[in-house]
T-cell receptor, first 114, second 116 residues
Framework: AQSVTQLGSHVSVSEGALVLLRCNYSSSVPPYLFWYVQYPNQGLQLLLKYTSAATLVKGINGFEAEFKKSETSFHLTKPSAHMSDAAEYFCAVSDMDNTGKLIFGQGTTLQVKP | EAGVTQFPSHSVIEKGQTVTLRCDPISGHDNLYWYRRVMGKEIKFLLHFVKESKQDESGMPNNRFLAERTGGTYSTLKVQPAELEDSGVYFC??????????????FGPGTRLTVT
């Protein structure tokens, strides 16, 4: 069965610092991988997705993630944090039974300090 | 283009009562998913519709939960009777039917259900 692990339920960075949110997955076949963000009182918004094309995926708001098969990882990064990046971030893997349903990690709350 | 909408945004009910949650997907999205996040846990899949047909309801907790999608448009999720452990945030998501597009799901803001 597929699973996703996000290391660190809370991450705090200073404004302008590097953002690194960790995600490791377990899958018996090449997966599709996603990062979603949830701002307060809003739904989940797709940040970026990996669908077996380029291993370095660029998303919205300056975020990117790199698929590393050897490490079974899909970490999310942003070179310089902005106050508006404060939110909860979810890593997810698609269930390869072809329904498209997502399996989520536990979520990581990003705090950005001024 | 309107996004996925959910109603109500919050619901507080007593144990044993009935609650119905509604989801309106993006127009033209044949795939509709329900997910739930219990406090402190990960978001978990409940079920999947393609148009009006249930494709996968493997995540439904028990037979107190009933989902419908009449006409292939909006969907409802009824909990009857509600139990304390049903508290959480219920998300709805929709996507297009095509092979690659079904993986790009658009989420609603969720319904926060509190059972007291």
């Amino acid at each position: 069965a597929q699973s996703v692990t996000q290391l660190g339920s809370h991450v705090s960075v200073s404004e302008g610092a590097l953002v690194l949110l960790r995600c490791n997955y377990s899958s018996s076949v090449p997966p599709y991988l996603f990062w979603y963000v949830q701002y307060p009182n809003q739904g989940l918004q797709l940040l970026l997705k990996y669908t077996s094309a380029a291993t370095l995926v660029k998303g919205i708001n300056g975020f990117e993630a790199e698929f590393k098969k050897s490490e079974t990882s899909f970490h999310l990064t942003k070179p310089s944090a902005h106050m508006s990046d404060a939110a909860e971030y979810f890593c997810a893997v698609s269930d390869m039974d072809n329904t498209g349903k997502l399996i989520f990690g536990q979520g990581t709350t990003l705090q950005v300090k001024p | 283009e309107a996004g996925v909408t959910q109603f109500p945004s919050h619901s507080v009910i007593e144990k044993g009562q009935t609650v119905t949650l509604r989801c309106d997907p993006i127009s033209g999205h044949d795939n509709l998913y329900w997910y739930r996040r219990v406090m402190g846990k990960e978001i978990k899949f409940l079920l999947h519709f393609v148009k009006e047909s249930k494709q996968d309801e493997s995540g439904m907790p028990n037979n107190r939960f009933l989902a419908e999608r009449t006409g292939g448009t909006y969907s409802t999720l009824k909990v009857q009777p509600a139990e304390l452990e049903d508290s959480g945030v219920y998300f709805c998501a929709s996507s297009l039917l095509l092979a690659g597009d079904k993986y790009e799901q658009y989420f609603g803001p969720g319904t926060r259900l509190t059972v007291t």
